[in-house]
């Protein structure tokens, strides 16, 4: 079964920078068949799709991040990336990575991203 970590997440004031990461692991993964895909689950609200890549690195993007979002992934090294740039506070919230779809619904521990001046 896969298996998620993400890193990378922080504290950082309105207007700054962070880049995630997500390892993905797990025995007869072949990671360059799947869309990957970035999450974020706000305190009381539901988990959202932020950013998915296709394995030719076609990218898509929800509304409210064009712009200041970019993801991205290496394939050999089954890793996905998320550049978040111009942060507000309304990105506060817990990153998750996942295929898109989500296919067995294991998540990651997540990574906590927190804008706040």
């Known amino acids: 079964q896969e298996q998620f970590v993400e890193s990378g997440g922080g504290l950082v004031q309105p207007g700054g920078s962070l880049r995630l990461s997500c390892a993905v692991s797990g025995t007869g993964i072949i990671f360059s068949n799947y869309v990957m895909g970035w999450y974020r689950q706000a305190p009381g609200s539901q988990r959202e799709l932020v950013a998915a890549i296709t394995s030719g690195g076609t990218a898509n993007y929800r509304n409210s991040v064009k712009g200041r979002f970019a993801i991205s992934r290496d394939n050999a090294n089954k890793t996905v990336y998320l550049q978040m740039n111009s942060l507000k506070p309304d990105d506060t919230a817990v990153y998750y990575c996942?295929?898109?779809?989500?296919?067995?619904?294991?998540w990651g521990q997540g990574t906590q991203v927190t804008v706040s001046s």
């Open positions: 996942n295929f898109n779809p989500v296919i067995r619904g294991n």
